[in-house]
């Protein structure tokens, strides 16, 4: 933009014209508090995994066809007999209303503009019911364990009663990550905002700051179960018809056996370098897990992703569909609903404007011939 335009430019317009999912990040960064930045940016320990996941997509290499017919690129996909506009699709994540007032409302309602899929966290700051009143694109619920499996039980009621399409469980966090930063400062869940779907009793640790360590990691030991395995997958799916997707997978083992344990979806998932530091980049994950689940059921992948061209690789190495953590969150706090259908909407044109000059103008084109992953240089 040249100074005149800029100038030009609305006063109010709180992101002025981004052209990279970064811009919504800087704006995002100049809105929020420290504490709260702080939360959204961070991972686990050194922190290692969340740079690789970044690093991993710095490694991919395109190899486009020519003189195929790009006139039309369709981004169109299909997922758990879902149709939606995009293969980029919104991550769980907990608390929307810490980085703006209308939460996940506004979330859906940006979700619903781009036509993408909004995976709802267990930890939303609004009700179920409040946040598919405002979906115009499928929604699906993410829950963890919890002890109180009466709660469990409740929620995968409600979420099939007003339209929710699956129940993802997230199965990397037994416990939190070691998060130094949230530790650092103390970081806990301000009087305002609330896990709007969960029983209050669970969550008084959540809420209780100064006490020096994270109050989400003391609140996590309290309220999650670490003693579930595989064999009580079967008491989630008595209690919901709702497809299960289990997400955090990393090994061709375990997605072995949740094929194996009748998941219908997977996300390989490393938490965006929240939990275990020192997990492998996703993208470097994905293969071996679309190797080992064998087209049985769809794999998704989310870590690292910041923008068309990073999802064009990970579609390319065998994910179906795509999901955004913290870049929706960015587009949240820059500009509410506005801003989140922004984010889909920039990296779903990057995607297309990629498949259109690597020659492939569907995703049913797109395969491993199209990018090579280049060795890690040591
Ligand atoms: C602020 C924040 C909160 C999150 N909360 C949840 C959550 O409630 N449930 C969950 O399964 N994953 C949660 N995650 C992990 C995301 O679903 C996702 O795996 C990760 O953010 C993807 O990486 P990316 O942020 O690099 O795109 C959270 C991530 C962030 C950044
Ligand atoms: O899952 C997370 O990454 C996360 O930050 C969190 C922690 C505690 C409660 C809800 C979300």
């Known amino acids: 933009m040249t100074a005149r335009e800029a100038q030009a430019a609305p006063a109010t317009s709180p992101v002025p014209r981004p052209a990279v999912l970064g811009d919504y990040e800087t704006a995002a960064r100049g809105r929020l508090d420290g504490r709260v930045w702080d939360f959204v940016q961070g ?3 050194s922190e290692r995994t969340v740079g690789d996941n970044r690093r991993a997509f710095s490694r991919v290499t395109l190899r486009p066809r020519v003189l195929v017919d790009v006139s039309h690129c369709d981004t169109g996909t299909e997922l758990l007999g879902a149709r939606l506009r995009t293969p980029l699709g919104i991550a769980p994540t907990a608390y929307h209303q810490l980085v703006h007032p209308e939460g996940e409302v506004a979330t859906a309602r940006g979700a619903g503009a781009a036509g993408a899929l909004f995976v709802v966290s267990i930890y939303a700051s609004h009700t ?15 829950l963890y364990w919890l002890r109180r499996r009466d709660l ?4 995968v009621g409600r979420a099939a009663a007003v339209g929710y399409r699956a129940i993802v469980l997230t199965v990397d966090a037994p416990r939190l990550g070691r998060r130094h930063r949230d530790a650092r ?4 869940i301000g009087p305002g905002i609330r896990a709007a779907n969960l029983d209050p009793a669970v969550m008084t640790a959540a809420h209780l700051p100064g006490t020096g360590r994270s109050a989400l990691a003391d609140h996590a030991a309290e309220a999650v179960d670490p003693s579930v ?6 008491w989630l799916r008595e209690r919901s018809d709702l497809p299960l997707v289990l997400k955090g997978i990393l090994t061709a083992q375990d997605a072995a056996l949740a094929v194996r344990h009748g998941a219908d979806a997977i996300v390989v998932s490393n938490h965006g370098g929240r939990q275990l530091d020192r997990t492998p980049a996703t993208l ?7 190797d080992a689940v064998g087209g049985a059921v769809p794999v998704l992948l ?6 068309g061209t990073d999802a064009f690789a990970a579609l390319a190495l065998g994910a179906r569909a795509v999901l955004l953590g913290r870049p929706a969150l960015w587009g949240l706090a820059a500009d509410g609903a506005a801003g989140v259908a922004g984010v889909l909407d920039l990296a779903t044109e990057e ?7 690597a020659g492939r103008p569907d995703l049913g084109s797109l395969d491993r011939s199209a990018v090579l992953l280049r060795a890690e240089r040591r």
């Not at 400062?185 to 806990?188: L, Q, V």
């Not at 395995?229 to 079967?234: C, G, M, V």
């Not at 995607?351 to 000059?357: C, D, G, K, Q």
């Open 152 to 155: 469990l039980a409740e929620l």
């Open 128 to 142: 179920l019911e409040d946040i598919a009143a405002a979906a115009a694109a499928p929604l699906w619920l993410q």
């Open 229 to 234: 395995t595989w064999s009580d997958l079967a």
């Open 43 to 45: 991972g686990a320990e």
């Open 351 to 357: 995607l297309a404007h990629t498949m259109a000059l």
């Open 302 to 307: 989310d870590g690292g992703v910041r923008g």
């Open 185 to 188: 400062n103390g970081f806990a």
């Open 284 to 290: 470097d994950a994905l293969a071996e897990v679309v």
